[in-house]
């Protein structure tokens, strides 16, 4: 499946911002869906998981509270919205599809990756 983010942005500290990652090429609904990020300098970390009907989520503990992951089977999209946003959030955030039903929590369970879009949050 082939994955393109969209979204990422310059944005202060307490605002919001969400990406969207559009799929294309196999069925969106047998895939779980994660987000990931790397800051510079840093491994490249999970942020949150969600299902393939979407009813199933599973956050990491620095964006719990603050961040949603969604996702629109028809769209063929998944969704993060961020809120609260810190300037500890700014990094290149990652879309990742695994095949499967549940949620996956750890990079090496995604089969595809997107190109990455940037965020950076000013203090």
């Known amino acids: 499946v082939q994955l393109v983010e969209f979204g990422g942005g310059l944005v202060q500290a307490g605002g919001s911002l969400r990406l969207s990652c559009a799929a294309s090429?196999?069925?969106?609904?047998?895939?779980?869906m994660g987000w990931f990020r790397q800051a510079p300098g840093k491994e490249r970390e999970f942020v949150a998981t969600i299902n393939w009907s979407g009813d199933t989520t599973y956050y990491a503990d620095p964006v719990k509270g603050r961040f949603t992951i969604s996702r629109d089977n028809a769209k063929n999209t998944v969704y993060l919205q961020m809120s609260s946003l810190k300037p500890e959030d700014t990094a290149v955030y990652y879309c990742?599809?695994?095949?499967?039903?549940?949620?996956?929590?750890?990079?090496?369970?995604?089969?595809?990756w997107g190109q990455g879009t940037q965020v950076t949050v000013s203090s």
């Open positions: 090429g196999r069925t969106f609904s047998n895939y779980v």
């Open positions: 990742a599809a695994g095949a499967g039903y549940q949620t996956y929590s750890q990079a090496h369970d995604y089969d595809s």
